[in-house]
């Protein structure tokens, strides 16, 4: 085993003073589109070798989904149509942060407005970088509990199915592909293993 792959083992992710060798650097910045939520850019970037190179990435103001428990143990999931896709998914709610909102308050906005339920106890399990390949996204993933139903208040151009699957039910329908959506997958595995290590009465896993 060479020095190089050894090191690639055994350093964490984002070291910076150990990543050097690998970091691309801003040479110039161009927008090649400006929508209402989202920006497609293209870059010149200095490679580490040197050498300089084309990227096009889209800028994104990032999203928060929430993984909400209702006192039986089930999941709050949804049903939606997503266009690029043509396709319907299930889903955990979820949404993008407003311009200057705290990541917290977006999760439990969306939450009230997709679904029509409020949490009272709110834990960040982590993040999630779904397309680090084009896109600056990042998804910040909560767990809710404690949780009451009232009424949603969905924007005019959402359309959705509301339900509940116990907590196995959803591992399973992602071990059988039944959900694909990435940001559920990702937030499930965390809820699994923060929920196996704080046990929340009356959920088995």
């Known amino acids: 085993m060479t020095e190089q792959s050894n090191s690639s083992q055994t350093l964490?992710?984002?070291n910076q003073s150990a990543d050097q060798h690998l970091i691309e650097t801003t040479v110039s910045s161009e927008i090649l589109a400006?929508?209402?939520?989202?920006?497609v850019r293209h870059d010149q970037a200095?490679?580490?070798n040197?050498?300089?190179?084309?990227?096009e990435y889209v800028m994104h103001p990032g999203a928060v989904v929430v993984v909400a428990l209702t006192q039986e143990g089930g999941v709050v999931l949804e049903r939606q149509f997503r266009y690029p896709l043509k396709q319907v998914f299930i889903e955990l709610p979820a949404g993008k942060i407003d311009h200057g909102e705290p990541v917290l308050h977006t999760g439990?906005?969306?939450l009230l407005e997709e679904t029509g339920y409020s949490g009272n106890e709110w834990v960040k399990l982590g993040i999630q970088h779904p397309c680090i390949g084009y896109s600056n996204e990042v998804i910040h993933i909560y767990l809710a509990t404690g949780l009451t139903l009232g009424a949603h208040a969905r924007d005019i151009d959402e359309a959705m199915d509301v339900f509940v699957w116990p907590f196995a039910r959803v591992i399973q329908a992602i071990e059988d592909g039944e959900i694909t959506d990435s940001k559920t997958m990702g937030a499930m595995l965390l809820a699994e293993?923060?929920?196996?290590?704080?046990?929340?009465?009356g959920l088995s896993l």
């Open 50 to 55: 040197g050498t300089i190179s084309g990227r």
């Open 12 to 14: 964490p992710a984002g």
């Open 108 to 110: 439990q906005r969306e």
């Open 46 to 48: 200095r490679l580490p």
């Open 34 to 39: 400006q929508g209402k939520m989202l920006t």
């Open 193 to 201: 293993r923060y929920l196996l290590k704080n046990p929340v009465s």
